[in-house]
Every structure is written in structure tokens, then in C-alpha cells.
């Protein structure tokens, strides 16, 4: 399947040089969709590419947006340390807040939406009263979906700041309880990385913060930020990658976790995407992890038209059962078969009769 232009402009920023005023408008649009507006602006601008007028009011729109995101989300790191500080000894800044607080290069061109941390489930209850004490609340959410979440996700409901409107997802694992894949959750505590600048805050390792990100895409069935995901595992690899041991440490960590065949779906696919430099002992004993045929190549299919921007210039023929495809996939291995035929059951006549939305309604006026 042919990269979309945003991909060929991302991998070679010169080829935009070329492009007439409709391919700098698709190419904003583009952008734009799959969340990577401002990673284009600095790619052109690295490139000394010059967008015409229109396109660059666009783009630098985006770099002062991304710039003032980062200095929020420094500002709501600090805020984190302070209204955990001496409740648990491990406060883990995940995704795109460690990408900030490590001072990737990925990070500055990153847009940001919330900010998820990872604590011990054993400190959950005394971290969220920490949280409710400083202003963070659980937003309105049905009686059945906050019990679905606490008794069977690997995160508490998401949070919201009542004043600042800052989005929190508290997780104590990396997926849900239920999940078919046997996640070694102490295992992730083993090897962190304390941030001086937030004291009792601390990230990653460079080879966990790589399975996280393949864990996140290659367990998701959504794709909105599917792209943007990998493109910032492309940029972690690229980052990491040249530093001695690095590979080792990875695959090592992977079977510790667990998390053998989602890191293997993970290179595979950012290699096809983007050329992602995997040396190919490792993606041969990776391929040891893969499942049997035909389930590959139908994955690959899949992840093909899933993984572009949600544009309609980039809606390839069997597009919409792709993505429905990998959204079942992903609801297969969040929890067994009875389990989610019973959750989804529930949900769908709730919400046929109304009583999500009767709930969801008296839980925000409680909270007003």
C-alpha cells in the first residue's frame, strides 16, 4: 500500500518543496488529522523548506500551540510531585509527559492531550485520595462504568483538575486485569529513571518506554493517534537505538514483561511505515513471537489502512473493516470471551434504554 503524502513528506521533508498549492493544503489537512502538525513544522523547517503563506500560518500555529502545551504540562508534572509526595515511593510519568520530562527530542514537536502516570496497586487507594485532596475528580461516569473500571481495567476512571481541566489517567499496569497477555507488572518497577526536576516522579527505562509504546498501539482498537504512536516509536528507536546494548536489553525486557509479540508487531509495522532502522537478528528473533499463518498477513492488512491519517484522501478500499477488525482484536484481548460478551451485552442495553445516560447525568450533577 502506498505511504500517504504526509508520510513521504514526514520520511523526506524536500519532497515538499515540489508541491503545488492543493498538495500543501492536503498535506496540512493531513497533518492536522493525525495529530502531527507540528512535527511537520519542524521537519520542514530542519529541511529549510518553505511553506507557502497559507500552509505556514498553519504550521506556525501549531509550533506556538505545542510550545505552550509543554510549558502546561511541566507546570502539571509539578503539580503531580507535590500532591504525591511521600504517598508512594513509585510515581511512573508514562507516554508523552516522560517523553517531556526526559527531554526527547520527539517531545518538542509533540502535541498533548493528558497525562498519564503508573503507580503500585497496592498505593492506588491513598494516590487517589492524594489526587481528590488536590482537585483532581473522577469525571461523571455511569455506576457501571466506574465498577467496570475499577474491577477490571488496569487504570482508575479518568480524572479531571476542577479548575484547570487537566486530564489524568492513574494507571497500575499497562493493560487490563483480564487481559490475554501475561503482563509482569513488579517487573515494571524494576528499573526506573528518578527525574531530578520533579522529585518523586520518575520514568522508564529507554528499553520499557519502547514496550510501553508497542504495547499501547499494538493492544489498542482505536486509531485516531495511531499514526502520531508511531511515529513517536520510530523516534525512540532512532533516539536509543545506536547506544551499545540497547537491542539486547530490549528483547531481554520484553520477555521479562512479556511483551515479546506486541514489541515484534510494533518494529514490524514501524518498519514497513517509516523505515524504522531494527537491526535483523533482532527482528528475526522477534519473529519467533508471531503467530501462525495466516494471522499475520491478515494483521498486516489490517494495520496497513489503520495506521494513516484519518483523512479521507487516505481512506483505502477495505479501510472500515480494517479498523473494525483490529477494535474487536483489541476487545478479544482486553478480557475473556464470556466476560465480553456479557460487558458488551450490558453496555448495549443500557445505552438502548437510557440508563447510561441517566446516570452519567446525575454524576455530573453531583459534581457541579
Not at 498501539?217 to 495511531?226: I, K, M, N, S, Y
Not at 499514526?227 to 532512532?238: G, K, N, S, Y
Not at 510494533?266 to 528475526?284: C, D, F
Not at 473493516?321 to 450490558?346: E, G, N
Amino acid at each position: 500500500m502506498a505511504p500517504s503524502l504526509l508520510v513521504r513528506v514526514l520520511r523526506e521533508p524536500a519532497r515538499a518543496a515540489a508541491l503545488a498549492p492543493a498538495g500543501w493544503d492536503l498535506l496540512v489537512r493531513q497533518a492536522r488529522r493525525a495529530n502531527l502538525i507540528a512535527r511537520l513544522h519542524d521537519a520542514l523547517a530542519e529541511a529549510d523548506v518553505q511553506a507557502p503563506p497559507p500552509a505556514q500560518a498553519h504550521l506556525a500555529a501549531a509550533r506556538q500551540i505545542a510550545d505552550a502545551q509543554r510549558q502546561r504540562m511541566r507546570w502539571e508534572l509539578a503539580c503531580i510531585a507535590e500532591a504525591l509526595a511521600g504517598v508512594t515511593p513509585h510515581c511512573v510519568v508514562l507516554k508523552g509527559g516522560a517523553y517531556l520530562a526526559l527531554d526527547l527530542p520527539l517531545a518538542r514537536s509533540r502535541l498533548y492531550g493528558d497525562l498519564d502516570i503508573l503507580v503500585p496497586r497496592a498505593a492506588l487507594a491513598d494516590v487517589e485520595s492524594a489526587l481528590l485532596i488536590h482537585g483532581w475528580i473522577v469525571e461523571g461516569l455511569s455506576a457501571y462504568d466506574e465498577q467496570y473500571y475499577r474491577r477490571w481495567m488496569h487504570e482508575l476512571p479518568p480524572m479531571r483538575h476542577r479548575s484547570r481541566e487537566t486530564a489524568l489517567d492513574v494507571h497500575h499496569t499497562l493493560l487490563p486485569l483480564t487481559s490475554r497477555t501475561a503482563l509482569d507488572t513488579p517487573a515494571l518497577f524494576e528499573d526506573l529513571r528518578p527525574l531530578a526536576a520533579w522529585p518523586g516522579l520518575s520514568t522508564l527505562a529507554p528499553a520499557d518506554l519502547l514496550l510501553h509504546s508497542a504495547t499501547h498501539l499494538f493492544h489498542e482498537g482505536e486509531f485516531a493517534h495511531g499514526l502520531r504512536d508511531l511515529f513517536d516509536l520510530d523516534a525512540l528507536v532512532r533516539h536509543f537505538g545506536g547506544e551499545a546494548a540497547y537491542w539486547d536489553r530490549v528483547v531481554e525486557r520484553a520477555g521479562r514483561l512479556g511483551l515479546r509479540r506486541s514489541l515484534h508487531y510494533a518494529l514490524r509495522h514501524s518498519a514497513r511505515a517509516l523505515g524504522t532502522p531494527v537491526p535483523p537478528e533482532v527482528q528475526r528473533e522477534l519473529q519467533r513471537a508471531a503467530p501462525p499463518w495466516p494471522l499475520p498477513a491478515l494483521l498486516d492488512a489490517c494495520y496497513a489502512r489503520a495506521l494513516q491519517p484519518q483523512h479521507p484522501n487516505c481512506e483505502t478500499p477495505g479501510a472500515p473493516p480494517a479498523r473494525l477488525a483490529l477494535y474487536l482484536r483489541s476487545h478479544w484481548l482486553r478480557m475473556p470471551l464470556p466476560l465480553l460478551a456479557r460487558h458488551l451485552a450490558r453496555k448495549a442495553w443500557r445505552r438502548f434504554s437510557g440508563a447510561e445516560r441517566r446516570e452519567q447525568e446525575a454524576a455530573q450533577r453531583q459534581q457541579a
